[in-house]
């Protein structure tokens, strides 16, 4: 079986994979370079990169990169690692790079109101498809939301008995009624898509939590649900909302549990580096200061800037 078409295979229908890829080896190993092997959300695999001890070290990196979301490049010494080399004769090194296929992020959006629409347009910015649902089919058109994978015009219960979406998936509600919105969110919980998130006020997300726990709706059901949506921004248009929706969703595909801004301001950039710079010799300055997220109060550092001898920037 053809790992490419296999990777296209997985991609196309929603699943995501890993690609492990040998880049370089050195001295005898259990496979050539470029072999590749593909992991599937299942577990299963096609290809290899070796067989035997190393072949099963790369397949346990891969669930961690499967699980993490993150690629990594992995070594691995035949030489130093004796139980990697049984019956395979081998004495070299080989270097594996590791990377999720991600297939392309699908939002299941609720409602074709003013947010809808503006939300859709923002998720096609960040390269997020999405599918459109309302009862309403002067709403859900392709008038108002172009480049719409798919819109679902009618029924709502038939609409969701016909949807099936897979783990990879995004959900967002924002209905014309909490009665709509709920029988959405009922709908939601039972299915296997990674982010969840419904529009509305504390007192909206009161009504729909008690009316779902009345239809036996545990909290750890309901512990999956973003709801009011959106990352804290301080959205007030409807604008706004959908900018912050969205990138929750991002940061939710990207794995990252607290957003926050990437630095402070620049004055306190300026300060870390200048500290930075003056303990180091002053014939040779090179300054290596990792990005990382800004906490209040605290000097942000910034990446990549290096100060050369004669003080100019690389």
């Known amino acids: 079986m053809d790992v490419y078409e296999e990777l296209i295979r997985e991609r196309n229908a929603g699943r995501m994979c890993v690609l492990a890829t040998i880049v370089n080896a050195v001295g005898s190993v259990p496979s050539h370079a470029t072999a590749k092997l593909l992991l599937r959300e299942d577990g299963s695999i096609v290809g290899t990169v070796g067989g035997g001890a190393a072949e099963a070290a790369v397949i346990e990196e891969a669930k961690r990169v499967l699980a993490s979301g993150r690629p990594k490049l992995a070594s691995f010494d035949l030489r130093e690692n004796p139980r990697m080399d049984i019956g395979m004769v081998c004495g070299g090194s080989l270097n ?12 299941y959006l609720f409602g074709a109101g003013h947010v809808g629409a503006l939300t859709a347009a923002a998720a096609r910015i960040a390269r997020i498809d999405v599918e459109v649902i309302d009862d309403r089919p002067e709403f859900a058109c392709a008038e108002r939301f172009p480049g719409a994978r798919a819109i679902h015009a009618g029924d709502i219960d038939t609409t969701l008995a016909a949807l099936k979406p897979n783990a990879n998936a995004l959900i967002f509600i924002a209905g014309r009624s909490h009665e709509l919105d709920a029988r959405a969110l009922r709908w939601a919980i039972d299915t296997p898509a990674f982010y969840i998130g419904m529009i509305g006020s504390r007192r909206k997300v009161q009504f729909v939590y008690h009316k779902l ?19 804290n921004i301080g959205a007030a248009t409807a604008e706004e909302i959908a900018i912050s929706v969205v990138a929750e969703m991002v940061a939710e595909i990207r794995h990252v549990e607290a957003a926050r801004a990437l630095m402070s301001n620049m004055t306190d950039v300026a300060q870390a580096i200048g500290r930075k710079i003056s303990q180091n010799r002053p014939d040779r300055q090179d300054v290596a200061i ?24 690389p």
């Open 96 to 107: 594996v790079f590791i990377e999720p296929v991600r297939p392309a992020p699908l939002a």
């Open 213 to 231: 726990k009345t239809e036996g709706v545990t909290d750890d059901q309901l512990s999956r649900v973003h709801a009011p949506v959106g990352l």
């Open 290 to 313: 990792e990005l990382r997220p800004a906490v209040k109060g605290e000097a942000a550092p910034v990446a990549g800037w290096r100060r050369t001898p004669d003080g100019g920037r």
